[in-house]
């Protein structure tokens, strides 16, 4: 099978890889016929985080082709949507919601053979508590897209809301134009938001954050952006933040533009990030968020997806195959494309 090979900062290339097989008796092999380029792929392309020589993705949907003699609830021929975490659904952890902290688990495309998202085949470990069979393929290029969404940046962004408690009415704060920040955004609706600001500087991002739901733009940085929000707030501040970046700066502006009592949905991979303790003490600031739990959320989240509610597969923007993978990378970290989707089978 043909699969993407990270090679290095700035260096991803496509190789042929012998497919994988069934190697535990709760695995499951997916033929991968949607997948992409993730936000936090970027951090390791770019060299600021290290990531082994070897396989790499973790976003993708496709066909069950074979499963072990264990796995009872998925079969041959399924359609599938595979979260970015693998977990078996029973620990405790899972059981409690949050399957990125499963006990037997672990995460697709850290380069281990045969189990990465970028590719044509997959092995998927755990596969009972890992895949969502989704009945009603064939589906159309459209729903694919927004179906592959929820292997992780709509079921991100869908997690940074809930963990800002979003409740009918509130007025959102997103910090990040990305696929993930754009997602935020229809989460936040979904759970009935009645203002959402989203922090962007780039008129192609905002015209889809409107499109989404947005209400209000700031295309500021930094202290002028919190002055900003303040102003659209009337000096109240957001009744909760979603934070879908990770650096630094997004952190410390995600904690002023809060109001007091707020909670900061941190959904961003923090990369050297200082939580201002004092202040967000003195203003009741709280903070909640990590590693999506997509599990947890695919059955509200498809549902959402097949009845039209959400259209979250248009932050795709960038389109190739797994043979032109470099440019898919590449649109991404230009800033060419808000995500690169790779078509990779029917």
């Excluded at 072990?68 to 021929?77: A, D, N």
């Excluded at 590719?119 to 969502?132: F, H, I, K, N, Q």
Aim: one cysteine or more; hydrophobic letters at 45%.
């Amino acid at each position: 099978m043909k699969a993407a090979i990270f090679r290095g900062a700035g260096n991803v290339v496509v190789e042929e890889r012998p497919n994988p097989v069934i190697q535990e008796p709760t695995d499951a092999i997916v033929r991968i016929v949607r997948a992409c380029v993730c936000g936090s792929d970027l951090w390791y392309y770019r060299g600021i985080a290290p990531h082994p020589s070897g396989p790499i993705g973790h976003e993708f949907i496709g066909f069950v082709e074979e499963v072990g003699p264990e796995v009872k609830t998925i079969k041959r021929g399924d359609f599938v949507i595979a979260p970015f975490a693998i977990s078996d659904g029973a620990c405790p952890h899972c059981r409690a919601g949050f399957h990125t902290a499963c006990v037997r688990g672990g995460f697709f495309g850290q380069g281990v053979e045969g189990v990465a998202g970028q590719a044509e085949l997959a092995r998927v470990p755990l596969a009972d508590g890992t895949l969502m069979a989704v009945p009603g393929a064939p589906f159309s290029d459209e729903i694919l897209a927004s179906l592959l969404t929820l292997s992780d940046v709509m079921g991100t962004g869908y997690h940074a809301a809930v963990s800002a408690e979003v409740k009918a009415g509130d007025t959102v704060a997103v910090v990040g134009d990305g696929a993930v920040g754009l997602c935020a955004i229809l989460a936040a609706r979904l759970l009935g938001a009645g203002r959402i600001i989203i922090l962007s500087r780039h008129p192609k991002r905002q015209e889809l954050a409107r499109q989404f739901g947005a209400t209000d733009i700031v295309a500021e940085r930094g202290d002028a952006a919190v002055k900003a929000v303040l102003s659209l707030t009337d000096n109240v501040g957001a009744d909760a933040v979603l934070e879908c970046v990770g650096t630094n700066e997004a952190n410390q502006t995600a904690f002023a533009i809060a109001r007091p009592g707020a909670i900061v949905g941190r959904v961003g991979v923090p990369h050297e990030v200082e939580i201002p303790a004092e202040t967000t003490f003195y203003r009741n600031i709280g903070l909640r968020g990590g590693p999506a739990p997509v599990r947890a959320y695919l059955p509200q989240l498809v549902e959402a997806v097949l009845s039209g509610q959400i259209n979250p597969g248009r932050v795709f923007d960038f389109t190739t195959d797994l043979d032109h993978i470099a440019d898919a990378y590449a649109a991404m970290d230009q800033r060419r494309a808000i995500k690169s989707l790779l078509i990779i089978g029917q």
